[in-house]
């Protein structure tokens, strides 16, 4: 999803779309520094970090 083009400061690290205000952490799926889109947050960042958290929950719990 990242492209190789210079990504702007207000310029989502993800889609390549614009956000407004500060942006968010795409972390998982970019790096902390960068920043992305609302649209994309909601979308992609915060499933995955839900998916991951729920995966390491169950992995713990299968640990016992």
């Not at 407004?20 to 920043?35: I, K, M, S, T």
Request: aromatic residues 4%; charged residues 25%; proline residues 5%.
């Amino acid at each position: 999803m990242t492209s190789s083009r210079k990504i702007s400061k207000d310029t989502c690290s993800l889609c390549g779309g614009r956000y407004d205000h500060h942006g968010h952490n795409p972390w998982p799926l970019g790096a902390v520094e960068a920043r992305c889109c609302t649209l994309c947050n909601s979308m992609l960042v915060i499933p995955l970090r839900f998916r991951r958290l729920a995966n390491d929950r169950l992995h713990r719990e299968d640990a016992r």
